[in-house]
């Protein structure tokens, strides 16, 4: 596990410090780069506001590719069930005239159920048929696109704009005056919460339940658990419905709380960038907490660093892209670190050797 | 100049493990060389040295009499040092051919084309040389185990190796492959190969090997030379006291039915009747041993009773009660306890640690949970009885993650689990596979216990010797079909090889 942390740690460092190279090509200077950068993310209370607004979506799809993972599934369809969940979310917001606290909690359960719905059908087709998660969970992701481009025009439409549904009402939106308030007006909002909480509970689940246990014994071997009488296909199903529904949160998170509607013709980058969140994370639900605050810093940094050099945002990017580079051949950095282990050893062995022969 | 490799002093240390420790080995110039020790004793390791996949911390190797450094794999074929490992490295849907050259491809056309042709002629005149019969053109997932093993024999002698590392050659063999081997190795010796055989069984050393290294705990405990060392001394080194090779027991006292398999029929992994209206009874207080060679349904019968395929028809009643369509827990719950056949694919999580394992089919109960919630201290502490009662040696206890065990120790934990649910049905596969004679003799005895405690006990095994010491009684299958129960007793090996090949007794009397 420590190791993790280090191989972690160093695909930050290394993404950085290529980024700092990529910024000096092009004839930038990097320090200027990066502070600007760093300080676009947490200059004053509005901009760490942001900041954690941005991460809250990454922290659930983040969390929804790892529980996938650590149960042997790989659920690259997050995209599509943070839409639908957030769908669903914004219809019952938009439909139900009720207090606060009530319709939020309404609306939390519509994305929890909207997500895992799209989400199981990939489970039950592996389960049933052997159909690869990926290609299903994929083809998922086009067919919630769809069917918003459809359904938010003929249902939800706005007053002025096609592509757009009407703005949730103050009742259904994630945000608080209090938050705002203490921000100074960013739009960071009560998603934050609800993802630190589905962090411990996943966390919980995971590591401390029989359920978390038969999920990981189906995951990592399939024969042993049905040989122990667990139920595998019902453990497939449900942690796919599972791993959609913290995605269809966190697409509560995005259109009720970051954002205050839902458009047509975008599949969220939130449910791919999940993806490298994990990866970073290593799976592990603080993990992901953890990148994806960082991510949510660099995502919403680079606007600012953009804004106050020459350095494109494309650097950002990049230096995202180059972290998940490093994090993914996690193996390449282990090698690396037991190659300097090794050379150190060897160099304190050969200057024992010495000593013996003086 | 009388060696041919030399490995002296080798030390190896894992984290938490001292593997090899002060090991010397010698192999003379066209011997066949065993090397002996007890699962876990450090025999693997040490060849693994020796072909360059581990480096030793301390020790040196010499090969005909240079001290050299193997850095990797490459560097031993350099050296004319061969291995053939107990998982063959072959691939499926290439032909002998193909999987001998693979990496040093004889090439045509300035290198763009491979010279199979040129290949296998040269593979046809190894394999007559040295009496393989192997096929060059077939492939390899058409051949058999035994015909896959001697492909990696000409893999090596395939380039120019002098000397062979045989890793339990004979595990995966029938008997007849067994002296067939045999047989290879006298052929391999004639035209002066040297080769270092690991096994822990005790009648292929006497039959096959000149001398013998025996280790134990990682320590050299010395080399004899085979003829004049009786089975029995060689145990004793390995095992650090006297073995009993004859299994004690009193004669059964069979009670009331426990298992009734009523013509029970099976599709198999293929689609057809593995099975065929296979009935028999196994009683409280004896051990009913299935005789059969590899694939004659033993793999389906012991499936359909533990749940893991559907029956097509006939019934199977346990206690009393018909469990034909029960789920696999159900049954686990109504007592069966299983030691299976597979014990990576199926009997463990080797990414889960020991403990984890333990709990394999109780974790949901209480002490090991609670309200759904896993009781870590009590699972650690219930693992850690079993781990000490069956003797389980790993790197840090219970905490050890399942694949870093030998296979052994694996083994033995697995049998720990299934033993100490006290089922009224167990169910032992293979038990004893790859295990050596102190683990055999000591799973026979909690075997025996089990029975004696009056549970009922279903032995598969494809070893002969174990079934016919073991059981009371014996059934034996051919093709899926049951060939005739008897009294183990009143029986003959030859009378059960007879049935085995699917002679019924009636004929054959």
Known sequence: MNNRIVVSLLAVVFGLLAGAVLMAVTGHDPITGYSYLFEGGLKNPERIGNTLA????LIFSGLSVAFAFRTGLFNIGVAGQLLFGGFCASAVGLSLDLPKAILLILMLIAGFVGGALWAVVPGF????????????SIMMNWIAYWTIYYAVPAYLKGEFLETESKPLPESASLKVSFLTDMFDGSYINLGLFVAVIAVIIVAFIINKTTFGYELKAVGNNRHAAEYAGIAVNRSIILSMAISGGIAGIGGVALYAGNASNIQIGILPSQGFDGIAVALLGANSPVGVLLSALFFGLLYSGRGFMNAM???PPEIADSIIAIIIYFAATSILIERLIRWFIRRKANAKSASEHEGKVK | MEYAVEMLNIRKE???????????????????????????????????????MYQADQGVIKVNGKEVRIANPNVANELGIGMVHQHFKLVEDFTVTENIIMGIEPRKWFGLGI????????IEELSKRYGLNVDPHAKVEDISVGMQQRVEILKTLYRNADVLILDEPTAVLTPQEIDELGRIMKNLIAEGKSIIIITHKLKEIKSFADRCTVIRRGKTIGTVDVAPTSEADMAEMMVGRRVSFKVDKIASVPREVVLKVESLSVKNAKKVLGLKDFSIEVRAGEIVGIAGVE??????????ITGLRKVESGNIVLNGQDITGHSIRDRIESGIGHIPEDRQKRGLVLDYTLAENIVLEVYYREPYSRKGILQNSKIKQYANEILES??????????????SLSGGNQQKAIIGREIERDPILLIAVQPTRGLDVGSIEYIHKRLINHRDNGKAVLLVSLELQEIMNISDRIAVVNQGELIGVVQASETTENEIGLMMAGVKKEEGA
């Open chain 1, 309 to 311: 050099t020459e350095i």
């Open chain 1, 54 to 57: 941005t991460a809250t979506p």
């Open chain 1, 125 to 136: 087709l592996k389960a049933k048929f052997n159909v690869h998660e990926v290609v299903s």
């Open chain 2, 295 to 304: 694939g004659n349904g033993q793999s389906d019968l012991i499936e359909a």
């Open chain 2, 14 to 52: 894992f984290t938490g493990i001292v593997a090899n420790d002060d090991i010397t080995l010698r192999l003379k110039r066209g011997e066949v060389h065993a090397l002996l020790g007890e699962n876990g004793a450090g025999k693997s390791t040490l060849m693994s040295i020796l072909f360059g």
């Open chain 2, 390 to 403: 069956y003797d389980v040696r790993s790197g840090e206890g219970a905490s050890s993650v399942a694949r």
């Open chain 2, 115 to 122: 010279d199979i042709q040129k290949a296998s002629k040269k």
